[in-house]
């Protein structure tokens, strides 16, 4: 989330918060789940991240270097900042949780909030007020939903998983390596869509300072410029 403050310490806390948050990750070496093999939605930037660990822990491991566990990561694929493009985020829980704890209302779907949220992001991105997009109130998806089910590959292995469908996004979720992942796409995701462990983060982390840059120019209608490395 970006946080509006003065314009005068924008890029510096920008850049501080990319370095903390790139060096951590990279003292934890996580190998999460991700979207491989789509030409449509290359690797793009770092999604969601959260960890149970408390502030003094996560304080101390960054002056010794040590690790702290990740609950979950996400990775993002394709176009962020076009809506009319595809977009994919692939959240990793190593918590064993999957949707968001916030319990959906009677007859909703799991992942009604991430769809909500979504669709949230996208009007926003869509209007140019993406100040929109930093209230901390979750948006919940009010449907019609559509279930069905597709074929997915993930860690080599073939199966069906069930779909929720919304407007122009789509939510499944599966289990591999004994982990939960959570899927949701802008625009149908292609047939039989492969999921692998990603060993390689380095993309990430450099598209993570490069639209960091990004969001702060168009949030504050700043020129762009160069990220943290």
């Known amino acids: 989330m970006i946080v509006p403050f003065p314009s005068y310490i924008q890029e510096p806390l920008a850049r501080w918060t990319a370095r903390m948050r790139l060096s951590r ?14 030409p449509q939605r290359p690797p793009l930037t ?13 304080a101390l491991a960054a002056l010794t270097g040590s690790r702290v566990p990740l609950d979950k990561l996400g ?18 829980h190593w918590d064993g949780r999957g949707w968001l704890t916030t319990p959906v209302p009677p007859g ?7 769809l909500g949220q979504a669709e949230r992001r996208d009007a926003a991105l869509a209007s140019g007020n993406l100040r929109a997009m930093l209230s901390p109130e979750q948006h919940l998806a009010d449907g019609p939903f559509t279930r069905g089910t597709t074929e997915i590959v993930a ?16 939510a499944l979720s599966f289990t591999a390596e004994r982990l939960m992942v959570t899927v949701v796409s802008r625009h149908p995701l292609p047939p039989s869509p492969r999921f692998d462990l ?12 490069r639209e ?11 020129p762009a410029s160069a990220g943290p490395h």
């Open 75 to 92: 990775l993002l694929y394709g176009n962020y900042f076009d809506p009319s493009a595809p977009f994919v985020e692939v959240t990793t």
């Open 198 to 209: 990603v060993t390689d983060l380095e993309p990430f982390f450099e598209g993570y300072a």
């Open 46 to 58: 770092l999604g969601d991240e959260s960890s149970s660990t408390g502030m003094i822990t996560e």
């Open 155 to 170: 860690g080599g292995d073939a199966s069906q998983v069930a779909t929720v469908s919304y407007q122009d996004y789509t």
């Open 212 to 222: 960091t840059q990004e969001w702060l120019r168009r949030l504050y209608r700043q």
């Open 25 to 38: 990750l990279r003292r934890i070496g996580p190998q999460p789940f991700g979207l491989t093999a789509d």
């Open 108 to 114: 909703y779907p799991e992942g009604a909030w991430e």
